[in-house]
């Protein structure tokens, strides 16, 4: 059984930084993309980042461009999300998420989400 | 940035109604559509993927269609359990963007 276990969240200060992680199990983790989503209360999905199998292919929305950072560790079943600068508009629960394939894909899984918040 | 324009923002309609959701594309981005279900205070759920091919375990009166810029996802009969909100995303390139989503609710 696929499992994304998201950990990390929690209370942030402005201009402070948060890192997330998503513990993946019930499948190969290195033959699949994987994929940062967060979403405001009250408000609609937004995709943040997602990174290739193999770390070789990355991308962000522009919202968090420059100042979030995606990365994964194949040997631990891990993805991670490095959030610095964070503003009170980063304040969302984050879901992971799997894609179908290695690459650019639609995503068939997803964790239960973290809960981020911006606040002093 | 790709920008995908979901319409309605709300739906109302009754069980066994015929319900479609459009989303368009900013450009084209050939088939590259999924589709997804969130009910309040759950992640969302894949429901259509490449425009129109049904994910495992999705009912058959959920179906997807278009390709390019213009799509759209059409529930055949409306069941309660599709009291949902549902969004369109495409994946053709980095940046990976939704639309806004279609609330469906009771009428």
């Known amino acids: 059984e696929v499992q994304l276990v998201e950990s990390g969240g929690g209370l942030v200060q402005p201009g402070r930084s948060l890192r997330l992680s998503c513990a993946a199990s019930g499948f190969t983790f290195d033959d699949y993309a994987m994929h940062w989503v967060r979403q405001a209360p009250g408000k609609g999905l937004e995709w943040v980042s997602g990174?290739?199998?193999?770390?070789?292919?990355?991308g962000y929305a522009d919202s968090v461009k420059g100042r979030f950072t995606i990365s994964r560790d194949n040997a631990k079943n891990s993805l991670y999300l490095q959030m610095n600068s964070l503003r009170a508009e980063d304040t969302a629960l984050y879901y992971c998420?799997?894609?179908?394939?290695?690459?650019?894909?639609?995503?068939?899984?997803w964790g239960q989400g973290t809960l981020v918040t911006v606040s002093s | 940035d790709i920008q995908m324009t979901q319409s309605p923002s709300t739906l109302s309609a009754s069980v066994g109604d015929r319900v479609t959701i459009t989303c368009r594309a900013s450009?084209?981005?050939?088939?590259?559509l999924a589709w997804y279900q969130q009910k309040p205070g759950k992640a969302p759920k894949l429901l259509i993927y490449?425009?129109?091919s049904l994910e495992s375990g999705v009912p058959s009166r959920f179906s997807g269609s278009g390709s390019g810029t213009e799509f759209t996802l059409t529930i055949s009969s409306l069941q309660p359990d599709d009291f949902a909100t549902y969004y369109c995303q495409q994946y053709n390139s980095y940046a990976l963007t939704f639309g806004g989503g279609t609330k469906v609710e009771i009428k």
């Open positions: 450009q084209s981005i050939s088939s590259w």
């Open positions: 990174i290739s199998w193999n770390s070789g292919s990355i």
């Open positions: 998420a799997k894609a179908q394939s290695g690459r650019l894909s639609a995503s068939d899984y």
């Open positions: 490449k425009a129109s």
